[in-house]
């Protein structure tokens, strides 16, 4: 699918507390040198008292002051989370509430498609746009309230932040592919969530995250290829035509990997993951919004938004001449 919109702003929010590898050493057998090594994490932030809806609402208000728009002007809210606030209401009505506009006729829902949240509630903001003028898309995410800070192979990879982008009718091209492939053999998955005090966690150990790391490696590598192979088969672009490629900041050798296979240089890969970790649904657009921030985006710049998370989900943006204003300070 190919819709035209204008990426107006976009702001970040980073979680309180900085956790580096040298402070998780100090709770689970582990080594800044294995993390780094295996992952690229450095560090990662962790929320101390503010949810998933907090984070959004900080993320929100820059990507606001960057559209150079006011709160009012939204007429969308979709926030892509797997750790919201509660399950009801959801966490756009509570974004919406402390933005001040539960007056205001607003279209607000949650998408949960884990890491590929945000990719997922791109697509559905493009084909709103028709209808409404300014959609306001978040990914937060307070992950580390259902981590077991306990275990190694899990509660080093992640971290909480939040991501925001506003889009509204304009000339760039988007060309969408998204993907499931549905698991019910629990490669990853988790049950529950509150929020976490100084790296405790209160919730039953069949309800932490769990992961069997190397499947989802394997699938990552393979759905990564295939998402970027996919969108710029519609764009009838090659890979030589990219500027940027954003991919969700899981594991700097999964994106080491994807690049040797598709013969691009690492360099194209924008990342991000040795400060923020993998915030899921938040790391795409924290990354974006980081990216502009250094200047690597301008309006001619053709750029793939790429990921994959629990679901088993995936897909891919191409955002052709982002052909966009100021985004964030
Ligand atoms: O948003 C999607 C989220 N998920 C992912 O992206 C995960 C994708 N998978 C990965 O990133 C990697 O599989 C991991 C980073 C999770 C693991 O790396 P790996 O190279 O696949 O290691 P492994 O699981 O094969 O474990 C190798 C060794 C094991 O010890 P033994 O059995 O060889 O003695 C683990 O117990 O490393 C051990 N290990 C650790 N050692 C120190 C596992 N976690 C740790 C740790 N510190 N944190």
Same mark, same amino acid.
């Given at each position: 699918?190919?819709?035209?919109?204008? @990426?107006?702003? =976009?702001?970040?929010?980073?979680?309180?507390q900085k956790i580096t590898n040298f402070d998780?050493?100090?709770? !689970?057998?582990?080594?800044?040198?294995?993390?780094?090594?295996?992952?690229?994490?450095?560090?990662?932030?962790?929320?101390?008292?503010?949810?998933?809806?907090?984070?959004?609402?900080? +993320?929100?208000?820059?990507?606001?002051?960057?559209?150079?728009?006011?709160? *009012?002007?939204?007429? !969308?809210?979709?926030?892509?989370?797997?750790?919201?606030? =509660?399950?009801t209401p959801s966490t756009a009505c509570l974004?919406?509430?402390?933005?001040?506009?539960?007056? !205001?006729?607003?279209?607000?829902?949650?998408? #949960?498609?884990? =890491?590929?949240?945000?990719?997922?509630?791109?697509?559905?903001?493009?084909?709103?746009?028709?209808?409404?003028?300014?959609?306001?898309?978040?990914?937060?995410?307070?992950?580390? *309230?259902?981590?077991?800070?306990?275990?190694?192979?899990? =509660?080093?990879?992640?971290?909480?932040?939040?991501?925001?982008?506003? @889009?509204?009718?304009? %000339?760039?091209?988007?060309?969408?592919?998204?993907?499931?492939?549905?698991?019910?053999?629990?490669?990853?998955?988790?049950?529950?969530?509150?929020?976490?005090?100084?790296?405790?966690?209160?919730?039953?150990?069949?309800?932490?995250?769990?992961?069997?790391?190397?499947?989802?490696?394997?699938?990552?590598?393979?759905?990564?290829?295939?998402?970027?192979?996919?969108?710029?088969?519609?764009?009838h672009l090659t890979i030589d035509d990219i500027?940027?490629?954003?991919?969700?900041?899981?594991?700097?050798?999964?994106?080491?990997?994807?690049? *040797?296979?598709?013969?691009?240089?690492?360099?194209?890969?924008?990342?991000?993951?040795?400060?923020?970790? #993998?915030? %899921? +649904?938040?790391? @795409?657009? @924290?990354?974006?919004?980081?990216?502009?921030?250094?200047?690597?985006?301008?309006?001619? *710049?053709?750029?793939?938004?790429?990921?994959?998370?629990?679901?088993?989900?995936?897909?891919?943006?191409?955002?052709?001449?982002?052909?966009?204003?100021?985004?964030?300070?």
């Amino acid at each position: 699918m190919n819709n035209q919109v204008k @990426i107006l702003g =976009c702001g970040l929010a980073k979680a309180q507390q900085k956790i580096t590898n040298f402070d998780l050493e100090k709770r !689970v057998e582990t080594s800044d040198e294995w993390i780094v090594q295996r992952t690229g994490i450095s560090s990662r932030y962790i929320t101390i008292d503010e949810n998933t809806s907090d984070l959004a609402v900080r +993320a929100s208000l820059q990507a606001i002051e960057s559209a150079h728009i006011q709160n *009012k002007d939204i007429d !969308v809210i979709l926030v892509a989370t797997m750790t919201p606030d =509660c399950l009801t209401p959801s966490t756009a009505c509570l974004v919406q509430a402390k933005l001040g506009l539960n007056d !205001v006729p607003i279209f607000a829902i949650d998408i #949960n498609a884990a =890491c590929s949240g945000f990719l997922y509630a791109f697509q559905l903001a493009s084909d709103l746009i028709n209808r409404y003028q300014k959609i306001l898309i978040i990914g937060s995410e307070t992950l580390s *309230k259902m981590l077991n800070w306990d275990d190694r192979s899990t =509660c080093v990879l992640f971290g909480d932040g939040a991501g925001a982008m506003i @889009i509204g009718q304009g %000339s760039s091209q988007l060309f969408h592919y998204a993907n499931s492939e549905g698991d019910l053999s629990g490669v990853l998955k988790a049950n529950g969530l509150t929020l976490t005090q100084n790296l405790q966690n209160q919730i039953p150990i069949d309800q932490f995250l769990t992961m069997q790391g190397n499947d989802v490696f394997r699938f990552a590598v393979r759905v990564l290829k295939e998402s970027i192979e996919n969108v710029l088969k519609q764009a009838h672009l090659t890979i030589d035509d990219i500027d940027l490629i954003i991919p969700h900041q899981a594991n700097y050798r999964i994106i080491n990997h994807v690049a *040797k296979r598709m013969k691009v240089d690492i360099s194209k890969f924008y990342m991000n993951l040795q400060e923020f970790g #993998n915030t %899921s +649904a938040a790391s @795409i657009p @924290i990354a974006y919004a980081q990216a502009h921030e250094a200047g690597l985006i301008d309006e001619h *710049k053709r750029v793939i938004l790429v990921g994959f998370g629990s679901g088993l989900t995936y897909g891919a943006t191409l955002i052709d001449k982002v052909g966009g204003e100021e985004c964030v300070k």
